[in-house]
């Protein structure tokens, strides 16, 4: 008997260009993102069971139903933590669901490897969440959408022989981790990568094609004691404010200055977290550095990380300023405002 009849494979609209439009056929980069509902993206995969017209009426793939959902329509270029809180809140009341095999997350390029790091963070999943995407829109020549998707459809219903437990990301055939992922190019269809650690796998023809394991908790592991509980998310109008600094030639300490400024006269969501991108292996220049030792003198938490694609801070972890773990800077600030949120409840 095949193990997965009956099963549901939950797929969860956000947006993105994926659901864009453009009104030029074939244009490219002209388009407005965040057009077309999950259901009618469905139906343009014609190797969908059950997808016809334009939108998908009890579409399967692999024996499992696929049950659509819009959580939002957005430019991921505009996701924030509301977004987050109610993909949240849909994933855990279907990852709870005995049926339900997988979820996919259709999203925008540009901040997807925020929300899934934010999600991994989050969930505490033993079944695959995987965000997928497209650097064309849905009216271009050739859309790479409708194969990124049934890609991710693949991983969405594989089974725990093949590894993948927990959040991914899927792209132009590539799997890759929510902890590496990283977008790197602003215009090819095989934009992301995942620097050192190196991809998960690869999609082909439906088939997974597994390269290592998913070592998620070692990877999070010193960043996080516990995840924080989803019921604490849920009831927070906005996590703790983090703000990304970055060292570059000529850097002084205006901008921390400033914001040190503002917290003096803000009255909501003060500046609670600085995540410094510095130069190559940890370095600031030294008026920035002066600045950030005063910001952490009074009560902000400053961490460091490095603007380099790849690699991790090496030999800088005790000396001032907490250490980020290997996460680039924008991984780096959802672990901090999750860090001081955890303190806070
Ligand atoms: N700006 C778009 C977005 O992130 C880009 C994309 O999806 O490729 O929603």
Sequence with gaps: MNSVVNKKIVILGTGGTIAGKSAVAGDNVGYVASQIGVEQLLGAIPALAGAKDGVSSKASYGGCELVCEQVSQIDSK?????????????????????????????????????TAFFLQCCLDTAKPVVLTCAMRPATAIAPDGPQNLLDALAVASSDD?????GVVAVCAGVIHSAVDVQKVHNYRLDAFSSGDAGVLGYVKEGKLDICRKYEVNSRLAGVFIASIAIKSIAKMTSLPRVEIVLNHSGATGAI????????????????????????????????????????????????????????????????????????????????????LAQGAT
């Design 78 to 114: 505009d996701m924030n933590f509301e977004v987050w809180q109610c993909l949240l809140a849909r994933c855990q009341h279907w990852l709870a669901q005995p049926d339900v095999q997988g979820i996919v997350i259709t999203h925008g390029t540009d901040t997807l490897e925020e």
């Design 161 to 165: 022989q093949n590894g993948i437990r």
């Design 256 to 339: 921390v200055e400033a914001l040190l400024a503002q917290r003096k006269t803000a009255t909501s969501n003060q500046l609670a977290g600085i995540v410094i991108a510095a130069t190559g292996n940890g370095t600031i220049s030294k008026e920035l550095e002066i600045a950030l030792q005063k910001a952490e003198a009074s009560g902000i938490t400053v961490w460091r990380s490095t603007r380099c694609a790849f690699g991790a801070l090496v030999g800088k972890a005790d000396v001032q300023f907490g250490d980020s773990h290997g996460l680039s800077p924008v991984k780096a600030r959802i672990a901090l405002m999750l860090h």
